[in-house]
Nanobody
Framework: VQLQASGGGLVQAGGSLRLSCAAS????????FGWYRQAPGKQRELVAT???????NYADSVKGRFTISRDNAKNSVYLQMNSLKPEDTSVYYC????????????????WGQGTQVTVSS
């Protein structure tokens, strides 16, 4: 199983970025996915999840600004991030498992390598 995250970068506050996570080695349509982030010296934080039925949940800190989506035909999950704030600066990780619960708990089996998002003020 491979998860390849991309799309991070440096952006000014108020700007937007779109993260992508390309998955291989799984039956993509059946899996749940999540995006996590971790800033230096801080605990890993769940950002958003999407299950196989495209039921979605967001952390309160990103509601109304971030959108998670999936494209089963492209075996990819996305995180559209708008109205970015300096406190969104983190390494963002894509993760997946066959059930939503381990994704929510952070105990999912498969993780991508992370992509750095830096928001300048």
């Amino acid at each position: 199983v491979q998860l390849q995250a991309s799309g991070g970068g440096l952006v000014q506050a108020g700007g937007s970025l779109r993260l992508s996570c390309a998955a291989s080695g799984i039956t993509f349509s059946r899996n749940a996915f999540g995006w996590y982030r971790q800033a230096p010296g801080k605990q890993r934080e769940l950002v958003a999840t999407i299950n196989s039925f495209s039921v979605i949940n967001y952390a309160d800190s990103v509601k109304g600004r971030f959108t998670i989506s999936r494209d089963n035909a492209k075996n990819s999950v996305y995180l559209q991030m708008n109205s970015l704030k300096p406190e969104d600066t983190s390494v963002y990780y894509c993760t997946t498992d066959s059930l939503l619960q381990p994704v929510v708990r952070g105990t999912s089996r498969y993780w991508g390598q992370g992509t750095q998002v830096t928001v300048s003020s």
